[in-house]
């Protein structure tokens, strides 16, 4: 075929880049699979979850482990049930149509997150996910500790502001304020169960504490209030996985096979406090990957210039951010024909970009 111009980036770590040229672009070749946090920026790059889920990965008998945090972890919830098309659908329905047209309190938002969580979980309330032996999922929440694991507003931004300045100076401070937990359905076979860059936790992930833990992993500090109790975890003050990994930078064991990333775009953030830190991107972990993002064409076209954010809520009526967020997810149907024509192709190793 004749180069085009994709939509879609493929950016490819320099192991990933060799056997993706030399082998081509196949499922069999990965065997994690990562989500990343990102508020409503997931709307964004939609169809390519769904051109993944269900047409990519959809005939595949060999364990792909995934891990995701916050609102990829729910993406990464759709995928592990027995339909994940349908899953996907739930998720996107109920998560656009969110309304808070008065300031909401932060218990008021955890009630409206957890009905979300029940529409993505379906009437088998997760036991296709942690029944299914292909997709070994793997969420993460953090634990609070000190002042910010605190319920007193006050003490919890000075707790948050604490954090923010050690993190400043040293990534591994954030155990200090934040302790990882890793939730996961087969742990003993995980390339994830041995983290060892933050103080980790791991714990099962079980039909008695998926609910717990998808509503955790999405509770981000003084937006949502914290989930106190999750079944086999110690009690405490569980908060949004971005917090430690908001895109990850994580050195995963290499005996596996090669990660795909369905990302946002090329700016790999380890974690929540790196935002605002140009100088912290993750780089090193990524020589297996490959990171799929939209290219700045398609995000120049979408409505406003840009993928949908949290900004939206407090920017736009609830009635123009829905119908933004529809267009967006309607638009980025062409992320996945882009994908699945140099898929199909046979001939993706011309589009392949060193990450």
């Known amino acids: 075929m004749s180069k085009l111009k994709p939509r879609v980036r493929f950016l490819a770590g320099p192991t990933a880049f060799e056997q993706i040229r030399e082998q081509g672009l196949h499922p069999a070749l990965f065997s994690q699979l990562l989500a990343a946090s990102g508020g409503p920026k997931w709307i964004g790059i939609a169809a390519l979850d769904r051109m993944l889920f269900g047409e990519f990965f959809k005939d595949r008998d060999q364990p792909l482990h995934t891990l995701g945090a916050s609102s990829g972890a729910w993406r990464l919830a759709c995928l592990a049930q027995d339909d994940p098309q349908a899953a996907y659908d739930r998720l996107e329905r109920a998560y656009i149509q969110q309304r808070y047209d008065v300031k909401p309190t932060p218990s008021q938002v955890s009630q409206q997150v957890s009905g979300i969580i029940d529409e993505i979980l379906g009437d088998q309330v997760g036991q296709d996910i942690v029944d299914n032996p292909i997709i070994n999922s793997h969420f993460i929440a953090c634990r609070a500790r000190h002042l910010s694991r605190m319920s007193n507003r006050v003490a919890l931004g000075a707790g948050l502001a604490t954090t923010a300045m050690s993190n400043l100076l040293s990534r591994k401070t954030l155990g200090l304020h934040f302790q990882r937990y890793v939730f996961g359905r087969d742990l003993s076979h995980s390339p994830f169960s041995n983290l060892n860059d933050l103080p980790s936790h791991y714990v ?58 369905p990302h946002f775009n090329s700016n790999v953030l380890p974690g929540w406090f790196d935002k605002s830190l140009p100088w912290r991107r993750a780089k090193q972990n990524y020589h297996d990957a490959l990171i799929l993002v939209p290219s700045d064409d398609y995000l120049a076209s979408l409505p406003f210039g840009k993928l949908p954010d949290r900004g939206d809520f407090t920017l736009l009526t609830s009635d123009e951010r829905i119908r933004y967020w529809q267009k967006a997810a309607a638009m980025s149907q062409v992320l996945a024909d882009d994908f699945e024509m140099i898929w199909r192709s046979g001939d993706v190793a011309q589009y392949l970009e060193p990450f």
């Not at 405490?236 to 596996?256: Q, S």
């Open 204 to 261: 099962g992930l079980s039909k008695h504490n998926i609910q717990q833990v998808l509503l955790a992993t999405g509770s981000i500090p003084w937006v949502l209030a914290p989930v106190t109790e999750i079944d086999g975890a110690p009690i405490g003050h569980y908060y949004d996985g971005g917090i430690t990994d908001y895109h990850f930078d994580l050195a995963v064991d290499r005996g596996h096979g090669l990660t795909l990333y």
